[in-house]
């Protein structure tokens, strides 16, 4: 059954992928922009499924450093540089809510 | 003193990479800006600022990051083939390991190392005792001396020389 | 010629990347998807900014994107051990086929 599950999962992705490389008829950037869409799908099943609050979390501190990684191939392909100042921004604010949400994390029974 | 000197430095530094341009406005706003932090907030950078002008500490700090590059991709390759494998080969557990490390900075650094190696995690520190309680992905052995040896040693002996 | 390495790179990051989304997917529980996914998201992250640096040489987007690796090398460890010490104060168990947990017992 494991297995099966496995088999499932493997096929549907390597699938989508030969599917973005092959047949889709877009330029390179945009290929790339979609497999990194299949990352933030992948975290966003996480952010709805994970059974805790800290589960949850994780997920958003991960989109938050694919956001970084989308900023930069959007400041290969444009050619324009503040695409970069955008990522140092976005890396800033996101470490600082993932503290924040860890800090939450931490004291929501401190009273026990 | 010096620890507001270094701050400058350091700020006006990253200004200059940040700009990256020799315009006479950037550079005086970058010496204004750079001089509010040092002057606001410049105690708080370090404590021993004799030990930055030590230049053995830089030679072994270039040998701890090629050391690290190295172990990061490693762990990199060895999580991509465990998450890959149909049959999940993953034993995990939470160890305790005794450091020799004292100063704050040195635990830090440790702590992050620790993060990026194979298959290790650290969750929390213990001040007092200098021990660390590091998740492992796949346990070896539970006892305190032999994990110490395993996870921490090797990178113990180099940051051990770097922060002196 | 830099262009090609520079795709190189960012296909290598974009690769790690989709591992590191596949492991939050399939592990069991908290501590080992922060695992995977600190590591693998991260050098991946770091991959794609390491062909923006060797697309651009050293020049103002070149810089910064050494300072933005340089960065998330230094914060998202420490993300990852404030959000695994959270969880276990919060009560969060480990998984049920765990070895040990000497943290629990030293409290």
């Known amino acids: 059954m494991k297995f099966l599950r496995w088999l499932l999962g493997f096929v549907t992705l390597s699938a989508l992928i030969i599917f973005i490389f092959a047949f889709l008829p877009v330029n390179t950037p945009t290929k790339l922009m979609l497999y990194l869409l299949i990352c933030f799908l992948l975290s966003l099943y996480r952010i709805l499924r994970g059974p805790t609050a800290a589960d949850r979390s994780v997920a958003t501190d991960i989109v938050g450093i694919l956001i970084i990684g989308f900023c930069a191939i959007l400041a290969v392909y444009t050619k324009k540089d503040w695409y970069i100042d955008i990522a140092i921004a976005w890396a800033l604010q996101s470490f600082i809510g993932t503290l924040a949400l860890a800090k939450f994390l931490e004291g929501r029974n401190f009273d026990e | 003193m010096r620890s507001k000197i270094l701050t400058f430095m350091v700020s006006f530094l990253l200004w200059m990479l940040l700009s990256f341009s020799p315009d006479w406005q950037h550079i005086v706003i970058g010496i204004l800006v750079s001089f509010l932090v040092a002057l606001s907030m410049g105690d708080m950078f370090t404590n021993e600022a004799h030990k930055w002008l030590n230049p053995r500490r830089y030679i072994w700090f270039l040998y701890c990051l090629v050391v690290f590059i190295w172990e990061c991709l490693k762990s990199n390759i060895d999580v991509a083939l465990r998450v890959l494998n149909p049959r999940l080969p993953i034993n995990p557990g939470i160890v305790k390991v005794r450091t020799i490390l004292k100063t704050e900075t040195a635990l830090t650094f440790l702590a992050n190392f620790i993060t990026l190696t194979p298959g290790t995690l650290s969750v929390d520190v213990d001040k007092e005792n200098s021990c660390l309680y590091i998740h492992w992905i796949d346990v070896k052995s539970q006892d305190v001396e032999e994990a110490s040896k395993i996870i921490v040693s090797n990178f113990e002996r180099i940051l051990k020389e770097v922060f002196k | 010629m830099n262009e090609t ?45 390491l062909g923006v640096l060797i697309r651009f040489g050293f020049t103002a987007a070149g810089a910064k994107a050494l300072l933005c690796i340089i960065f998330l090398l230094l914060t998202s460890p420490v993300a990852a051990h404030a959000l695994a010490r959270g969880a276990h104060k919060s009560g969060i168990k480990l998984w049920e086929k765990s070895v040990c947990d000497k943290y629990e017992e030293d409290k």
């Open chain 3, 5 to 49: 390495i520079a795709l190189i790179f960012i296909i290598i990051g974009i690769t790690f990347d989709l591992f590191g989304c596949i492991g939050l997917i399939r592990l069991p529980d908290v501590y080992n998807r922060l695992q995977a996914s600190t590591k693998c998201v991260t050098l991946g992250t770091c991959g794609i900014l």
